[in-house]
């Protein structure tokens, strides 16, 4: 059985979706994926739901909910009575999100063991989990609570995949999508350095400058801080003409990929 978080919630069996339908029942359903096997309590349960405000018959609610759980899952997904809550057992299922992790993890590793090629084919394929906004069909409580942690942990996988390419010599290839991710994320410091030396090893160094500049002003118009030492740096090198430095050539890896689920 398939589990999926990085996107709108899904089940599948057998390469089959499983009808799931509802945004109360998605979000019971990712509450209990989210908790890894530990239990979430019925409060917590209830504000996931219903906010701050649920009605007099949640504790009604929430039990046919986990009942109607129990039987479109089947018996090889436990999800037990564990007061004061409830806690789910996946057995073997697979998760989007912990292959995610997993991938994520170990793209890391082969970068800071300087094997790029490795690293970024490993960080490629986590970010090729995702399928959309987390945890997409279900409440705002949910989302709100959730999202912002699984939207970073994407966030900060994309700027090592982007480091190693950037080892890797790819900086014309990647230009484009750094810039539309600084109009998307202008606050984001490391994501702007790496445009910065996307265009300066493309030879538009006064793009590169104009890139530092336009993010130093809205860091303080929106903060009121200067740029951290790592842009600084960034900065530093581009004008002293060492952030041309085009990286040293290696040899190609082919990277271990996990296997995917059938």
Known sequence: ?????????????????????????????????????????????????????????????????????????????????????????????WVDLFAFEELARTGREALLARDHEKAADLLRDALARWSGPPLANTTEHLAETEGPSLLEARAATLEYRIAADLELGRHEQITAELTGLVAEFPLRERVRGQLMTALCRSGRQADAIHVYHHGRAALAEELGVDPCEELQATYRALLEGTLTRPPQDRPPRAAARPARPP
Not at 13 to 29: D, E, F, M, N, Y
Not at 40 to 46: H, K, M
Not at 58 to 64: D, E, F, P, V
Not at 85 to 91: E, N, P, S, T
């Open 1 to 93: 059985m398939e589990f999926r978080v990085l996107g709108p919630i899904e089940v599948r069996r057998a390469g089959h979706r499983v009808p799931i339908s509802g945004t109360k029942l998605h979000t019971v359903l990712a509450a209990l994926l989210l908790a890894r096997g530990e239990v979430v309590s019925d409060d917590r349960l209830s504000r996931l739901l219903w906010g701050w405000a649920p009605p007099v018959t949640a504790g009604a609610q929430l039990y046919t909910y986990v009942s109607r759980l129990r039987k479109l899952l089947g018996a090889d997904i436990l999800i037990d009575r564990r007061p004061p809550g409830y806690a789910m057992a996946i057995g073997n299922a």
